[in-house]
């Protein structure tokens, strides 16, 4: 079982900065593919940012590629998103989510591919 609580979310002008952070309880965090989803109004829940177990390996939508990044810290149980450059259209509510830590090469970018997610965090990019 692993619990996820986001944090870092606000509102920042066009072009500004923000990080996410996800704080992560379990023994199996660093077992544990993550994923950074997003949702807009009036859109579905969308991968913008994924990361394998072990961190060797990192996915992004082609939406953020280059302004976003996404790491981890497994001896604090925490996974990151810087963003930088920030667009009105990352307005949205961002979710860390865990897989049930099968320490998968493979990067998982579909919402069913993970098993625990947190509560989300506002992002608000004003123009």
């Known amino acids: 079982q692993v619990q996820l609580v986001e944090s870092g979310g606000g509102l920042v002008q066009a072009g500004g900065s923000l990080r996410l952070s996800c704080a992560a309880s379990g023994r199996t965090f660093s077992k544990c593919a993550m994923g950074w989803f997003r949702r807009a109004p009036g859109k579905e829940r969308e991968c913008v940012a994924a990361i394998t177990w072990s961190g060797g390996n990192t996915y992004y939508a082609d939406s953020v590629k280059g302004r976003f990044t996404i790491s981890r810290d497994n001896a604090k149980n925490t996974v990151y998103l810087q963003m930088n450059s920030l667009k009105p259209e990352d307005t949205a509510v961002y979710y860390c989510?865990?897989?049930?830590?099968?320490?998968?090469?493979?990067?998982?970018?579909?919402?069913?591919?993970?098993?625990?997610w947190g509560q989300g965090t506002q992002v608000t990019v004003s123009s």
């Open positions: 989510a865990a897989d049930r830590g099968d320490r998968s090469w493979f990067i998982k970018a579909q919402i069913y591919e993970y098993d625990y």
